[in-house]
């Protein structure tokens, strides 16, 4: 009976691998260059000397005082190193590898850092991920690191500015609870530990205030955004997958899926035991 079940999950767990792989879109282990592994788009990370000179860009391939690939300090082997403030800027093209919709959207980001926040931190808002075409309140999705110690870590996800807030406040002015994140209660970061970082969104671009996001830590759901309309219009020529901004710390296994993934699914990923690259293995 014990080998049936055992033959029974392993099954079950083969099946959602395979269904987990066929929805990826995007994925970068930072194992041996900052090429993506898997890139339904382009593969190539690119730089810009300032956030309002993004056109002006070139391939970003050197080992220098901002982005390194450390051997061996990965949650799997080896891991980017990033120690940036805010210029010049990193990041992956959008189109392909983020699978926008412009109706009923869905999607999931997951990744792995390590660093503590309160130590290693430049001053400032930190966003260690960002997708976006436009800037951080105006149709972006992302997490970040509050300016002030302790700092927070914040699940967000702004729809476009004249939807989420028409009126255009300061945003001091904009009330905790109108405010479009998710904050966790426990910081689980830490120098010596990865933390795994996940958002499966859905119902996004529908109109309505049915758009949800489920955040998770560690493979655990870390809380839920919901009952906002999430219209997201983003050109996919201009979109990208923004790395490090003010950030100073680790980043492996970045993947980025055309679906929610389920909760089950999340803690899959968490808790392979080689990494993504395991999926893509035939």
Not at 98 to 107: A, C, H, K, L, P
Not at 108 to 124: A, K, M, V, Y
Request: net charge negative.
């Amino acid at each position: 009976m014990l080998y049936l079940l055992f033959i029974v999950s392993c099954g079950e767990r083969s099946d959602t691998y395979d269904e987990i792989k066929q929805s990826l879109s995007f994925y970068a282990s930072f194992d041996e260059s900052f090429k993506a592994d898997y890139a339904l788009g382009d593969p190539d990370l690119y730089t810009a000397p300032h956030w309002d000179q993004r056109k002006n860009v070139e391939i970003y391939t050197d080992q220098d005082k901002y982005l390194q690939i450390h051997k061996g300090e990965g949650r799997y082997k080896n891991a980017l190193w990033i120690d940036s403030q805010h210029d010049p800027v990193f990041f992956y093209k959008g189109r392909s590898n983020i699978t926008y919709n412009r109706q009923n959207w869905s999607g999931t980001i997951s990744f792995w850092i390590r660093l503590h926040p309160d130590e290693e931190l430049h001053n400032g808002y930190s966003d260690p991920i960002q997708l976006t075409s436009r800037t951080w309140n105006d149709g972006s999705i992302f997490v970040d690191f509050t300016d002030e110690e302790p700092r927070d870590f914040r699940f967000a996800v702004f729809a476009d500015r004249n939807v989420w807030d028409s009126e255009e406040r300061e945003w001091d002015e904009v009330p905790i609870d109108e405010r479009p994140m998710v904050e966790l209660l426990n910081n689980p970061f830490s120098t010596n530990e990865w933390t795994h970082v996940a958002m499966a969104f859905s119902n996004f671009n529908t109109g309505s205030n049915d758009g949800i996001v489920y955040c998770y830590i560690n493979g655990q759901n870390a809380g839920i955004l919901e009952g906002h309309e999430q219209t997201i219009t983003w050109d996919p020529e201009e979109v990208a997958i923004w790395f490090g901004y003010n950030f100073r710390g680790y980043f492996d296994e970045v993947s980025i899926y055309n679906r929610d993934l389920t909760g089950n699914e999340i803690s899959q990923i968490y808790s392979l035991e080689n990494g993504i690259g395991d999926l893509l293995d035939p």
